[in-house]
């Protein structure tokens, strides 16, 4: 029980001491410099102080290949413009913290001395350290979820506005502008950003294709890119491209609806069998022993 505050007062004392040790490159970031952000959930407004602190000292010891896979982590989630690779870093950080701090406190609070228990507290603390990572992975999950199912809807409405007799970049912004808000509207809100600052539309598609890393938008982005290059018709095209998202969407259904009566087929083992086999012998039990049925062992 000591050894685990001693460890867990070591590891806040690391982390405090992490500007100290590493060489300071800039200064503190000024209010205006975090405008490109959007609004932070509740837990991060509440961390933004020490993550404002300390980033900069971090971010100067990450290596550019460690601070790209962050990154390409960020965007695949949507959280690229909610904290930055070195703040991500931190929060892991302090996500082990309270970890160890947790484990230490429930082990003296409850008095733990059954070894199981003990292995289990302290097994908290990579479990803590992963969380992050665990919960970026969910939210990518989610969001390219959401993302497949909105995307053919908006094939469909960017379709309709180039037959209506607009550009590509107009049918774009038709088509935001149409759509709920969500990843989709979000990543091509960022495309139209990108193109109106000078950005080609073939590298503003491969930069929306590598954020969203789903095989369906990487072919979009292909698709128009060759059209673009080969002079085809666009329309055609786009046109080709939602049909072909639209029954990728119905297979998709039609798999999640085949793999439903194998996922309900544990609860029913596990739960509804034994239930019915209860309700079905307890009679029959019953009136075995009012027989005298106990007497013949």
């Known amino acids: 029980m000591f050894f685990a505050m001693i460890l867990a007062g070591l590891s806040c004392t690391l982390v405090l001491l992490i500007p100290i040790a ?3 490159r800039n200064e503190p970031v000024s209010e205006r410099e975090h405008t490109w952000r959007d609004e ?3 837990f991060l407004r509440l961390l933004r102080a020490p993550l404002q602190w300390y980033s900069p000292a971090v971010d100067s010891s990450l290596s550019p290949q460690r601070r790209e896979i962050i990154q390409s982590q ?5 959280a690229a413009y909610l904290v930055s690779p070195a703040e991500f870093v931190i929060l892991r950080r302090l996500a082990s913290i309270a970890g160890v701090l947790i484990a230490a406190v429930a082990a003296f609070i409850l008095q733990l001395r059954d070894p199981l228990y003990l292995a289990m507290a302290v097994g908290l603390a990579p479990l803590s350290y992963l969380y992050p990572d665990l919960r970026l992975r969910e939210l990518t999950k989610q969001r390219q979820s959401r993302f497949e199912k909105e995307f053919p809807f908006f094939l469909d409405v960017l379709v309709l506005a180039m037959k209506a007799g607009l550009n ?3 049918a774009v912004e038709q088509a935001v502008s ?3 808000s969500g990843p989709v509207q979000q990543e091509f809100s960022r495309y139209l950003r990108e193109s109106r600052t000078g950005v080609s539309r073939r590298v503003a598609l491969d930069r929306v ?3 969203v890393m789903l095989p369906s938008v990487t072919n ?8 673009e290059q080969t002079g085809g018709s666009l329309g055609d095209v786009l046109a080709d491209q939602a049909r072909q998202r639209r029954q990728e969407r119905f297979v998709r259904a039609e798999k999640l609806a085949n793999q439903a009566p194998v996922k309900m087929l544990f609860p029913l083992i596990a739960l509804l069998f034994p239930i019915t086999f209860i309700i079905i012998g307890f009679p029959i039990v019953i009136q075995l022993l009012e027989a005298g049925a106990l007497s013949l062992f």
Do not use: I
Request: aromatic letters at 8%.
């Open 22 to 24: 590493l060489p300071r």
């Open 40 to 42: 932070l959930p509740l």
């Open 74 to 78: 960020l965007n695949a989630a949507g």
């Open 168 to 170: 590509f970049t107009a």
């Open 178 to 180: 149409s759509a709920r």
């Open 209 to 211: 294709a590598e954020r």
């Open 220 to 227: 979009f982005a292909a698709s128009v890119v060759q059209a």
